[in-house]
Each structure stands twice: as C-alpha cells, then as structure tokens.
C-alpha cells in the first residue's frame, strides 16, 4: 500500500458531538490509531494537549475514554459522548459554549500562554507561515490536512 494512502487524517475539529467541538476528533485518532492509520505526526499529542484538555473538560481520563472507544463495538461518537457525561461532567449549555468558543480560537493573540507561538511553528513546518488566514490551531488543521485549500 502506498505510503499516502496507509494513512488517514482524524475528523475535523469543528465537528461536534452533543454540541462539543473536538470530542469526535479525538475519538477518531484513537480509532485511527488502533487500526494503524494514524500518521505518527499526531502520536506525541495522543492523550495531551487538545486531547488531554477535552478529557478534563469532560471529567474522564483518555485511558478510560480510549478502553470505552476500542471496547467491543466501541459505539456511535453520540454513545461515547453520553458515557462521558455519564462516567465524568455532563457540561450544561453554558459550559459547552464557553468550551466551544475557547477552543474555536485557540492560536488567535494567545501570546501569553505561547499558543501562537506553538501554531506558526506548525504552519512554518508545514509549509504555511505566509497564510495569515489560518489565525487558529481549527483553521490550521482543516487546510494541512486537506479540507481547505
């Protein structure tokens, strides 16, 4: 198989489940992962970093959340999801907007924290330091791996 087509690219991070953005994302890369079709690229933020940060959101570790995910069928996103809040933290409405908007501008005059610093490191890896249009880390991923132009 050739090297390109062996590999998948997660779902992307505006996608939601239950109303939360990045949840079917990270389920994703824990399938992907368990089939072998995650690019080694995404390994060293599995469980960390947006991941880890969903968990918390959530109020369940990734390892649990991974065992749920590859359990048996594992189930829908929506069957996960509604373990999680079962398991962890059912966010009300306005702890899922505040997570959304979070989340949906991370990268965007996050200077203090580093963030922007850590995205143009991503975008001058990727051969994307002159897009100034990609302002957040949701943006950046929908045009490297191929969603947007």
């Not at 079917?24 to 390994?43: F, P, S």
């Not at 940060?53 to 991974?66: I, P």
């Not at 996050?110 to 143009?120: N, P, V």
Request: aromatic residues 12%; contains cysteine; glycine residues 12%.
């Amino acid at each position: 198989m050739p090297e390109r087509e062996r590999f998948s690219v997660p779902r992307s991070a505006f996608d939601r489940v239950g109303g939360v953005v990045y949840f079917a994302r990270m389920v994703d890369k824990i399938r992907l992962h368990a089939a072998g079709r995650l690019h080694e690229d995404y390994l060293a933020n599995l469980g960390g970093a947006f991941d880890g940060r969903c968990c918390r959101f959530l109020g369940v570790t990734y390892e649990d959340l991974r065992q749920r995910v590859l359990a048996g069928d594992g189930g829908t996103d929506e069957q996960v999801f509604a373990w999680c809040g079962g398991r962890g933290t059912r966010p009300n409405d306005e702890q899922v907007l505040v997570w959304n908007k979070f989340m949906l501008k991370r990268g965007w005059r996050d200077e203090d924290d580093g963030s922007t610093q850590e995205l143009e490191a991503y975008k001058a890896a990727s051969g994307l330091a002159h897009r100034a249009d990609l302002r957040t880390f949701f943006d950046y991923y929908e045009v490297d791996e191929g969603r947007l132009p």
